[in-house]
């Protein structure tokens, strides 16, 4: 009989470098598999944040899919220790698990051309939510508007098929709430590089042209104020944007600390916006 092949997740992963950095990690191990049950072992985990899902649920449906994994693991130690991942939706439980806590927003994946089941999550799920700072009507409008601009730019560039990946948590103590969007394109670079005619060659300098005002890839018509609107927003507010695409990770809060970039040995694919609204 083969032995059984066992991934580890462990200490703590939350929603910055190292923590993204260990799911990339894990990730790569996975795809050396095909054909196969992996046990996923949480004993040795500490904290899981859980927006951060949106990005483990994308990785495990794109191992499943491509490599033809299957995953178990011991689901009555994660309903005592990570219950979090069944109010929020990622695991499902024959008992009714309800977020009394309110604070998770919902795992959920949507085909990229579901724009309507979109705006809808983002209006009634997010917005909503207890942990969502007070939004002026302006606030809400550009927000919405920016997530809008977000999701039909993954149509436009991302060159996939494949679901985007949404969930957000609410932290009571730090008074933030995290929303985490992913998709499994082929990032910022190409386009912009493409647009750019060259003159952008690395990711991290993809994002920074991304973040500038009007720049956009789309052709004939306007754009551009997406990343540009959050990012101002954020900055305003004292929350925090995170952009993760090729093997650069960004963050608005890193912009101004000696070192601005990290890289990551183990790249995935597509890009992930984590957004950190800031309760006030």
Request: charged fraction near 25%; hydrophobic fraction near 35%.
């Amino acid at each position: 009989m083969d032995s059984k092949i066992v991934l580890h997740l462990s200490d703590n992963i939350y929603t910055n470098f190292s923590g993204i950095k260990r799911l990339f990690d894990f990730y790569k191990t996975a795809s050396d598999y095909y054909n196969e049950t992996i046990y996923i072992d949480f004993y040795h985990l500490n904290w899981f944040d859980a927006n951060l899902s949106a990005l483990f649920g994308s990785i495990l449906a794109k191992l499943t899919k491509e490599n033809n994994l299957k995953f178990s693991t011991d689901l009555k130690y994660l309903e005592e220790h990570f219950d979090v991942l069944y109010r929020n939706g990622f695991l499902r439980s024959d008992s009714v698990v309800s977020d009394e806590q309110q604070s998770t927003v919902s795992f959920k994946s949507f085909s990229i051309d579901d724009k309507d089941g979109f705006i809808n999550y983002v209006e009634n799920d997010l917005l909503t939510h207890r942990g969502m700072p007070n939004l002026t009507e302006d606030e809400k409008d550009n927000i919405i508007d920016s997530l809008i601009e977000v999701f039909c730019n993954i149509q436009i560039h991302s060159k996939t098929d494949e679901p985007f990946y949404v969930c957000g948590q609410y932290y009571p103590k730090q008074g933030v709430l995290t929303f985490s969007m992913v998709d499994l394109g082929v990032g910022f670079l190409p386009a912009i590089k493409n647009k750019t005619k060259g003159v952008v060659n690395n990711d991290y300098d993809a994002i920074k042209w991304a973040l500038e005002k009007k720049n956009t890839t789309k052709v004939g018509r306007p754009g551009g104020l997406g990343l540009f609107d959050l990012n101002t927003y954020f900055g305003k507010t004292n929350g925090d944007l995170q952009i993760i695409t090729g093997d650069t990770f960004w963050s608005l809060e890193l912009e101004n600390a000696v070192m601005k970039k990290f890289h990551f040995p183990n790249p995935y694919v597509g890009s992930i916006l984590n957004l950190f609204f800031k309760y006030k």
